[in-house]
């Protein structure tokens, strides 16, 4: 008896993504690495740290495929790119990454909106909410970074910006959690 509960569309759409999540581990792991060789340790902390999250995404998909009794393909993860020329580059590409994989992932939930696969749709609710809480992330170091001088920041303004990182929470506020007492 055939168990499998998702499209060949749907199924190829998920193995997709999590090549895609895998890949993002493989960014966050190499820029982590590029950034310790450049003596800011909080900053590889907090990009390695970030490299397993994206490898449990990959995960949450794999099992997603095999709850479903869909066939999980593991296939070649393109390499991470050339590594990053300054800290602001290095997080100008992540942001780009998040953003890249936003739209992967809205491509998947409207695959599934538009098969009407609904427990999909449900699953991918969760990567949304979290490619929200990526994005702003990303987007509040971009802040800090300008704020440290952006491409021309100096090495004092690098060397606080890599401390505050090593201890920077790994999720940020989103905009639908906040409050009058909570901004």
């Known amino acids: 008896m055939d168990t499998n509960r998702l499209s060949g569309t749907i199924a190829k759409a998920l193995n997709q993504q999590m090549t895609n999540e895998a890949h993002n581990a493989q960014i966050y792991l ?3 690495a ?5 003596g800011y340790g909080g900053i590889s902390n907090f990009l390695f740290r970030h490299a ?3 490898r449990n995404h990959m995960m949450k998909i794999l099992e997603y495929i095999l709850k479903r009794g869909g066939k999980v393909v593991v296939t070649e993860i393109p390499g991470p790119g050339p590594d990053p020329s300054s800290v602001n580059d290095c997080f100008e590409k992540i942001f780009k990454s ?6 992967s992932i809205y491509n998947l939930v409207n695959l599934s909106l538009a098969e009407k696969d609904w427990a999909t749709w449900n699953f991918m609710q969760w990567f949304v909410k979290e490619q929200t809480e990526e994005e702003t992330l990303a987007m509040e170091l971009l802040d800090k970074i300008k704020i440290a001088g952006g491409p021309a920041a100096k090495d004092d303004a690098l060397y ?3 401390n505050n990182l090593a201890t920077t929470p790994d999720d940020a506020t989103l905009a639908q959690d906040v409050t009058v007492d909570k901004p």
């Open 30 to 32: 190499s820029y982590g």
């Open 34 to 38: 590029w950034a310790d060789e450049k």
């Open 52 to 54: 397993n999250e994206e």
């Open 98 to 103: 998040e953003v890249d994989n936003t739209t």
């Open 160 to 162: 606080f910006l890599d």
